[in-house]
Every structure is written in structure tokens, then in C-alpha cells.
């Protein structure tokens, strides 16, 4: 049998889809990620223990909505509700340490003209080009993937806000439609 570790706290149901807002554990930061294998605990009568990440969105400092795959009803995710989720304790390890790597990871990312926001979830450190790997929640144009690369270099960076972790960046127009 695997470790586990208490990582989120199912707070309560939104939508009539069975999405969720989970809330990390106290202490963590919110680690769930799309396709992400938890167990809940306590067990639910009639219900799954195991279930798979299918989509996190809005992400906050410490919380999150969040959808699984098999939960596709408001009357079937009121039964998770009061849930702990479980990691891999080694996932949660290395999620930590990754977060750890560099102080932006977590903060948000948005354009100065509001034409884009998201969250950082990476940082990549290359010699001719920094680059933040960001997950949008807003785009200004309709593309399959919403985590892209935007260039971290400091000409760019417009304002930088400790208090509310955020950081305003200038986005070349053009730069999501490829024009």
C-alpha cells in the first residue's frame, strides 16, 4: 500500500456539472492538477473512493474549482462534500520541492491592457530569454491549450505586486493570435 498524504479539503459544490471548491490543507499550497489519481477519505456509500482530476480552474493561492471524472451531477458531488483528498505522499514531495524552485511559481500573471490573466506555474531559465510557463483562465482568443509561454524579460514586466503576488506584464498585440 502507498503513502498517502491529506493534501485539499472538498469545501462545497458549484455548478449543476458537480465541480467543486477545494480548499488546500493548512500550511500547503493547492497542488491538484488535471489528471492527478486522489483517494477521498472518509468513504462514501455508493459512491467512488478513487477518482481523477479532470479539470482545476481559478486557481488561488490555497484554493481551487475542481471537477473529477465519474462526478457529473450536482446530487452525485454533494456526497464528496466534506472530503479529504489524498496524494501520493513522493508526488507531493516533488509538487513541493517544484513550487519551492523559484519564488514566482503560484503568483499571478496578467497583461497590462487586461487582456490576459493567469497563474504561473512554472519558471524556465534560459540563457537568451527567460520565460514564465502560464496556465490562462482568460485569453483574448479561442485556443486548445491554455497554458502557454510568455518571456519573463525584465523590459517587459510592467509592475510587480508583492502584497497581492501578482505581476503585470506587457503582451505585444498580436502575441495570441500569431498576427
Not at 130 to 141: A, C, G, I, Q, R
Not at 161 to 170: F, G, L, N
Request: net charge negative; with cysteine.
Amino acid at each position: 500500500m502507498r503513502a498517502l498524504c491529506d493534501v485539499a479539503y472538498i469545501a462545497k459544490t458549484i455548478h449543476t456539472q458537480g465541480s467543486f471548491i477545494v480548499q488546500a490543507a493548512q500550511g500547503l499550497p493547492f497542488l491538484l492538477e488535471k489528471g492527478m489519481h486522489v483517494a477521498l477519505v472518509p468513504p462514501v456509500l455508493e459512491a467512488k473512493r478513487f477518482l481523477v482530476v479532470r479539470d482545476v480552474s481559478n486557481v488561488r493561492d490555497t484554493s481551487a474549482y475542481v471537477s473529477f471524472d465519474g462526478v457529473d451531477t450536482l446530487s452525485t458531488a454533494r456526497a464528496y462534500v466534506g472530503c479529504h483528498v489524498l496524494l501520493d505522499k513522493q508526488l507531493v514531495a516533488s509538487r513541493l520541492a517544484a513550487q519551492a524552485s523559484h519564488p514566482w511559481i503560484g503568483w499571478r500573471l496578467c497583461s497590462t491592457d487586461n487582456r490576459a490573466a493567469g497563474t504561473i506555474v512554472n519558471y524556465i531559465d534560459t540563457p537568451m530569454n527567460p520565460l514564465f510557463e502560464v496556465e490562462f483562465d482568460t485569453l483574448p482568443v479561442d485556443v486548445d491549450d491554455t497554458c502557454l509561454l510568455v518571456p519573463a524579460h525584465s523590459d517587459l514586466i510592467a509592475h510587480v505586486d508583492e502584497h497581492a503576488r501578482c505581476i503585470s506584464v506587457r503582451i505585444a498585440q498580436g502575441f495570441f493570435t500569431g498576427e
